[in-house]
Structures are given as C-alpha cells and as structure tokens.
C-alpha cells in the first residue's frame, strides 16, 4: 500500500497529470528564490529591529502599521483581481516589494524599518491576484497535492537560511552590535536581489482570467476611489457561497494574528528567556523548516484522495502542544515544539486554501481572497499589539498559553461547522 501510495503521488509531479506545469511551475520558481533567502533575514529580524532602537512592545507597533497598510489595500487588489486579471498587478508590484528592501538595509534606526514595511505591504495589493492565480491554475483533483508540495518544496529550499543567518549575522553564537547589524544589512541585500529577480521571471505568467477580464491595464487608483463599491462587492461575495467557506473565513481570520504575532517573538523569547543561544536557535528554525516536509508530502496527497478537513483540524491540534512546550523548552524540547509548529502551520494553511478553492467559483475569488485578508490583516494588527502589551507589560510566556488555548475552540468549530465540498470548483 504504502508503494502505490508513493506512486499515486509521483505520478502527480510528472507526466501528463503533473502540477508542476504552466503558471504553477513559474509560481514555484519564484517562491524559490523568494523563500530560500527572506528566511535568511527574518531569522534574526527581531533583534536587528530591537538594536535600532525598538523595545519589545514597539515591535507589535511596527508589526501593527504594516498590518493596517496590507489590510487596507486587500478589497482593491481583490476587486482588481476580477476584474482586470491576475497577471499585471502581481508582476508589477513585486517589484515594488523588492525595493522596499531598501529601507531595510540603509536603516539607521527602528522607523525607517517601518516605512519600509508600510510601503511593502502596500504593494500586496497583489496578494488577492496572486492566491487567485494560484488555485486557477491547479485542478480540482489536484490542489491537496500542489499547495503541499509547494510548502514542503518551500520549507526544503528554506531549510539552510536560519544556519546561513548564524554564519553571517551571529558573533561568537550570540548576536552582537554593531557587527551583527551589519551582517544583517548583508542578509537584506541578499534578499533584494533574489526578489528583483522573482519580479522579472513573473512576467512570464499567463493571464487565467481571459473571460471577465476585459483587457485593460488595472487603474489602482480608480479602485481606490470606488473603495466602497469594492467593499460592498467583495462582501457579497459571501452571501453566493456555501456555509462552510463561511467558517473558513472566520477560524481563518481568528488564528492567522495570534500565530504570526506569537512568531515575531520566537526569538526573543527563546534567547532572553530560556537563555538559548543564538547558533541553537537557527538549528531549531532550520529544524522547523526540515522536519514538516515528509509528513506534509504524504498528507498533500492523502488530502486529495481522503479530503481536506480532516488535515485543518489535525492542524488546529498540532498548536497546542507546540506552544505549551515552548513555553518552558530547553534546546530538545524546542526542536520538539518547532516541529509541531511547523506542521501545524502548514497543515492548516494549505488545507483552510484548498478547500476555500473548492467553495468558491473561479470568477469570485480574488474579491473572495481580499475580503478574507482584510478582516485578516485588520484583526491581525490589533492582536500584535495585544500580544505585544502582554508580552513586554504582563507575561513574556502569556501569548503563547493564549494561542494554545485558541486553537481548541478554533478546531471544534472546523469540526462541527465547515463540511467538503460536494462538487469541488475549478
């Protein structure tokens, strides 16, 4: 069984069925070069942040003003992305994504950084476009084993990025100032120059949405202006939609600001709490990367075979152990802790995707997507400061039990709420 399990899946990657072809494939190629290097720079990203000036609470600030920029421009990018398709906003705004790195490396002090981020997450606008493209180009049949194996390829390709940080940011195992600094500043320009190359090979994208785009070169600041009609339209998305991508809306948009505002503080937690040293933790966030992929493989394909809920929920379950562990690890219960959290993160990111794909109709997701990442985006600010006060004013170990204790009502809500779909859209 397990030998045809294996061929089942090869078979999916190559041949006449494959997933890697067409617009996958170029995706794929550019989450390569994205993902193999920005791991590089986010490994330490919080310490460099801290020695420009910033305290444990102003991170969840800088955090809360790029959330609030990404949030804002997700109904626009959606409501472009069905209307004038995919392709132009998402090859044109990567590259504004590259140059914001700019900041980052010039920075001579905490708000320059935040300009930086404020002017990335404006340029997502394209993030509805590029999640449209996405489930466009893979089969109904298909999207359990292409968004797995997408994030198992992303987390292998991660995997040296947290080691090379070690080697150029770290001194003597610890991050010291003002060398460590710079090695940062290195490990940003690195970054730049992978993404400007991603932006170019993306102009080789097709355009899947020939039908109801009308041909035109999205006006972005015309969708600005008609906010409130791409508001209305993007929300009465929802009401054309079965019930269950309805819950995935809400578990979505009540788990993604509690997960990524407990990760900014990982490091710092892990460094000036538990006293691990700066090499062990690359080690474990290389770990994080590595450990996830087999299971994730094997579960991309089970997922398109058994379905997707049965992955969200286990998922769901994955945060609870992971969180508490980490609350008291020393260096071996962290790695156990990174590895449940890395597959939690995958399990339930793919899977609330995959089956968001099969609910909602072509024609309605990039309005679909936008309206999701703005209450997500928009919750999410407000818990980085949530979690920000609670980490630097009450409890350093607070909003890890708190995201813990989260996910079990989340999972029950999966549960007995979101049902597969009984004919998957394409």
């Keep these: 069984m397990e030998f045809l ?60 003003a790029g959330s609030l920029a990404i949030a804002f421009v997700q109904f626009p990018g959606g409501y472009l992305a069905d209307k004038n398709g995919r392709k132009w906003i998402i090859t044109t705004m990567t590259f504004g994504l590259a140059f914001g790195y700019v900041l980052f490396i010039l920075a001579p002090s905490w708000p320059f950084v935040v300009v930086g981020m404020v002017i990335q997450n404006l340029c997502l606008v394209y993030q509805p476009a590029l999640s449209a493209m996405m489930l466009d180009s893979l089969e109904p049949g298909k999207r359990g084993t292409g968004m797995n194996f997408q994030s198992a390829i992303m987390g292998l390709i991660s995997i ?26 290195i490990t940003y320009s690195i970054v730049l120059v992978a993404y400007l190359a991603a932006a170019t090979l993306r102009m080789k994208l097709k355009e899947t949405l020939p039908a109801t785009g009308n041909g035109e070169r999205p006006n972005i600041v015309q ?41 900014i503080y990982l490091v710092l937690y892990a460094t000036d709490v538990l006293k691990i040293t700066g090499a062990q933790y690359a080690i474990a966030a290389a770990f994080m990367l590595l450990s996830p992929i087999l299971p994730a493989l094997w579960m991309g394909f089970r997922m398109d ?26 260096f071996y219960l962290l790695l156990v802790s990174f590895f449940l959290l890395g597959l939690g993160n995958m399990l339930r990111s793919n899977s609330a995707q995959v089956l968001l794909g099969d609910l909602v109709p072509r024609e309605h997701r990039g ?6 990442q703005f209450f997500m985006y928009f919750t999410q600010a407000l818990v980085y400061l949530l979690v920000g006060f609670l980490y630097a004013y009450v409890a350093p170990w607070l909003p890890f039990v708190l995201f813990a204790a989260m996910a079990v009502p989340l999972g029950l809500i999966v549960v007995f709420k979101i049902n597969e779909a009984k004919v998957k859209e394409i």
Excluded: H
């Design 5 to 64: 399990g294996y061929m089942g899946f090869s078979e999916r990657l190559r041949g006449k069925d494959a997933v890697l072809t067409g617009n996958f494939l170029v995706l794929m190629i550019t989450w390569v070069l994205m993902y193999s290097t920005e791991p590089i720079a986010d490994t330490f990203s919080s310490k460099y942040f801290v020695s420009l000036g910033a305290t444990p609470f102003l991170l969840s600030v800088m955090f809360f």
């Design 160 to 185: 040296p990025a947290p080691l090379i940080a070690g080697v150029i940011v770290l001194v003597g195992g610890q991050y010291v100032s003002p060398q460590s600094d710079f090695g940062m500043r």
């Design 223 to 263: 969708a600005f202006r008609e906010y409130g009609k791409t508001v209305r339209e993007s929300w009465q998305v929802w009401s054309k939609v079965p019930r269950s991508a309805y819950y995935i809306f809400w578990t979505t948009v009540g788990t993604v600001g509690i997960v990524n505002a407990c990760q």
């Design 305 to 330: 075979v058994t379905g997707r809920k049965r992955f969200l929920v286990l998922g769901y379950l994955m945060y609870v152990p992971a969180m508490l562990l980490f609350v008291f690890a020393n």
């Design 367 to 372: 309005k679909a997507v936008g309206c999701l």
